[in-house]
């Protein structure tokens, strides 16, 4: 019998439902072997069958995609990486010659390294979204580091106590802001938002109002916002195709804004050594000429975009 052939087969090939498709054949009646059993199984191979050979083209397709949207971006995805590589070693040097020992320095000191470092790890994540093709994801991941940024900066501002308070919930696993109100802007507080500890950070930031609509956006992107579900980054116009895989536009968004962050946050933590302002001026000037490669790339798409100009 045809039918009892599909779960020869299932025996073998997929021993966990096995139990639970003898089950619904000895004890299913004719209507439902007919109807639901023998149809489900028949698609599950056929669907094996096609998948197996299309893998293989997809596979073909994808990889040829990859090889040339990193083409096309390799420029500014180099540089990308070289500030990266800038960044971890300047941070090294800044570690070694301030800090004697981690256990030995400041709790403010701590914090800002814990949030430096996680901030370097998803600048790195970026740059692999972008190099995959899913600029909409790298944006998205720059809501963190942005996130990252402003907490160590608030805690740079209050110091000592408010640092002690946060690394006590990173010990008691606490995933809110409780934290913050060890700070004297924040005194009296039973709760404290994040949108709050962001206005406090940014409150002299000359950049603030940029930073916070980019952050706007970024959150449309992680939060399904209508806009960014029909319009997103990695389309160049709004149309009708829905569009369900990688793309070669939009890199620019992510890539100039994480560099931006990066170049941020380095400032927080470079600022315990009183010599890194030469340090702070060469990654100034590394980070306008990467945003130059980005923009290059971006108007070569359509000559009628200049968004950067």
Known sequence: MVYQSYLEIIDKKYPSLKGVWKKEWEEGDSDLKRDLIAPTLEYLFDFQKEFEIAYNEEKQIEDGHTERLNSLWEGPFKKYRGFYRMTLNESRYIN??????????????????????RCLQVYSEIECLMRGGYSDGAFARWRTMFE??????????????????????????????????KASVFEGKKRVTLDMIINDALDDDKDKETFLRLYKMSNWIIHADVKMTFFRIGAMIPSNIMHVGPSNYGMEMAGINAMVIMGRMNEVLFSYDNTTKQLLFAQNIFIGETVEE??????SFDGSVKIYS
């Open 96 to 117: 070694k010659k301030t800090c004697k020992g981690f256990e030995n320095s400041s709790s403010t000191y701590k914090a800002v390294l814990w949030l430096h470092a």
């Open 148 to 181: 990252l940024y402003v907490i160590a900066k608030f805690i740079k501002k209050y110091g000592e106590n408010v640092a002690k308070a946060y690394l006590t919930e990173i010990e008691l696993n606490d995933t809110g802001h409780k934290w913050a109100t």
């Open 294 to 299: 980005f923009i290059r790339v971006f108007n």
